[in-house]
């Protein structure tokens, strides 16, 4: 699928300098940057329904420092 988007001459000098310094091409920048933002999106999404679910549950934490003394550490 290819598709065309609109830049700013400073905004496609900015997509230039980083595609550049990541040796890559402009069209590879691009679907670097779109994959790693859904990705990230989707972490946050993910972990925030999982924390959700934990507090629901009526799960609470607790410090460090019990742990380490029950696993002997």
Same mark, same amino acid.
């Given at each position: 699928?290819?598709? &065309? ?14 595609? @550049?310094?990541? &040796?890559? &091409?402009?069209?590879?920048?691009? @679907?670097?940057?779109?994959?790693? !933002? ?14 959700? #679910?934990?507090? @629901?549950?009526? !799960? !609470? &934490?607790?410090?460090?420092? #019990?742990?380490? @003394? #029950?696993?002997?550490?």
């Amino acid at each position: 699928m290819a598709f &065309s988007i609109r830049l700013t001459d400073e905004e496609r000098a900015l997509a230039e300098s980083y595609a @550049k310094m990541h &040796s890559c &091409s402009l069209a590879e920048a691009f @679907k670097r940057a779109l994959f790693e !933002k859904i990705e990230d999106e989707y972490d946050l999404t993910v972990g925030q329904e999982a924390y959700n #679910e934990y507090v @629901k549950e009526g !799960k !609470k &934490s607790r410090p460090i420092d #019990e742990l380490f @003394k #029950e696993c002997d550490l």
